[in-house]
């Protein structure tokens, strides 16, 4: 892979060849998470935005010059990428704004976010099993751990080409998550414990069993799955970036990825300025929030507790913590902090003002642009974009919680026009 230059560790600036580690710096436990870093001139001479307009692929596929694999890699069939940014002049109208747009992407195979990364960890697992073909090493297991929606993407694409993989969740997450894992036929550990538990027990077990290792942040590809989704924001933009992104954070990676993703097109010249970054994070779930208001170092700071309604961004100790604090602090951007009856007030706003039916930690972007708007933080001509992660239908519990919270009722009516007149009547 000529067109990644070195993977360098965030915290002692270390530069490793791609092959030389795997995951992590070694000389920091499981901390030193690596970035990826590339040669920009080579990768410009491979694509370009004419080149793009020019091809019919639609999938993150589309980007595979800008991505961490081999020029002739053979990727999972799902079509992955290519979601919807909806311009919502309504949901604008509301707040006093005039250009936001909704990125869907609930709308992926798996529907969240996760299948931008999970996809990299299966064709990253699929070239190391070919590479070691030679030490009769053929199969091989992906495993991760998760609140859910990681899990039930690499699930996911993992059957797409049936290839083997272990899952760790805590026993707590959503059913529809716990199901998508058992109908894909992983196989799945549900951790008595929180997402932390289940992420600490994921790594001594892929070091025990010699399983590839998905976990977001340790596997330093996550974040490069996670940037597709800003080529294709400024793409469908025309190339002209935001200048405000709202995106929840959990782990921080997807929010790394996103600055990762705008730092690859600032460098290609492909866009000409870099978008503010805002950071949404849960009362019970805000490590990222506090770091940041208190200047607190990431790598010292003790894990919170975690709780939050939104359980796809329940971490006590995000992962991706150092890439997380940069998205923000190098954009000129903030942390917000809301609370989990916000978050469930924001299911039914954003699905009423846009069709788009998020899950909590989905919502939690737009509950994100609400605190800012009052916060004075945007301003009415900034062209903003919220970033739906996850879709609706993940958490119905906490979607049906959203809209009795709001006083949203279904009525109850016998099989005939007479008591539909009598319901009628009391609307
Ligand atoms: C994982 C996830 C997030 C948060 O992503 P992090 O990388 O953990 O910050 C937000 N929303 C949804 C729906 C997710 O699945
Ligand atoms: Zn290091």
């Not at 060849?17 to 990826?36: F, K, Q, R, T, W």
């Not at 001479?45 to 980007?63: F, G, H, M």
Request: aromatic fraction near 6%.
């Amino acid at each position: 892979m000529e067109h990644v230059k070195f993977l360098k560790c965030l915290i002692c600036g270390k530069e490793y060849a791609s092959d030389e580690v795997e995951y992590v710096c070694p000389d920091h436990g499981n901390e030193g998470i690596l970035d990826v870093r590339y040669d920009y001139e080579l990768i410009g001479s491979r694509i370009s935005r004419e080149s793009l307009a020019q091809n019919p692929d639609t999938t993150v596929w589309r980007y595979k010059p800008l991505l961490p694999v081999q020029p002739d890699a053979a990727v999972p069939p799902l079509t992955i990428g290519g979601t919807p940014l909806y311009k919502a002049d309504r949901l604008a109208a509301e707040l006093g704004l005039k250009h936001v747009w909704v990125k869907d992407d609930g709308r992926l195979p798996t529907a969240s976010f996760k299948d931008r990364a999970s996809v990299m960890a299966v064709v990253k697992a699929q070239e190391k099993a070919q590479s070691s073909i030679v030490n009769r090493q053929s199969s091989i297991v992906i495993t991760t751990a998760s609140t859910g929606n990681a899990a039930a993407a690499l699930s996911g694409i993992c059957a797409s080409v049936k290839q083997p993989n272990v899952i760790f969740v805590p026993e707590k997450a959503p059913q529809a998550k716990i199901a998508q894992l058992l109908v894909f036929g992983s196989t799945v550990m549900l951790v008595k414990g929180t997402y932390d538990d289940a992420f600490e027990l994921c790594l001594q077990a892929a070091a025990e069993y010699g399983w590839y290792n998905r976990n977001t942040a340790f596997n330093p590809y996550m974040t490069e799955g996670k940037k597709t989704a800003v080529y294709e924001i400024c793409e469908q933009l025309g190339w002209h970036a935001p200048d405000a992104i709202f995106v929840s954070v959990g782990d921080g990676c997807i929010i790394g990825g996103l600055h990762k993703g705008l730092k690859d097109l600032l460098a290609l010249g492909w866009i000409d300025h870099m978008p503010r970054i805002y950071g949404v994070q849960a009362e019970g779930s805000a490590f990222m929030y506090e770091a940041w208001r208190d200047g607190e170092d990431v790598l010292t700071k003790a894990p919170v507790s975690g709780v939050t309604v939104a359980d796809s961004i329940s971490a006590g100790l995000p992962r991706d913590r150092i890439k997380a604090l940069a998205a923000v602090t190098e954009t000129n951007g903030a942390y917000i902090r809301v609370s989990d009856d916000e978050i469930l007030a924001s299911i039914p706003a954003l699905a009423r003002a846009t069709g788009v039916f998020a899950e909590p930690a989905g919502a939690a972007a737009h509950t994100g642009l609400l605190k800012a708007v009052e916060l004075g933080l945007v301003s009415a001509d900034d062209r903003i974009v919220i970033l739906n992660t996850g879709s609706g239908l993940k958490d119905v519990a906490g979607a049906m919680k959203s809209v009795e919270m709001v006083g949203t009722k279904a009525n109850r009516v016998e099989p005939n026009l007479a008591d539909l007149q009598r319901v009628m009547a009391t609307l």
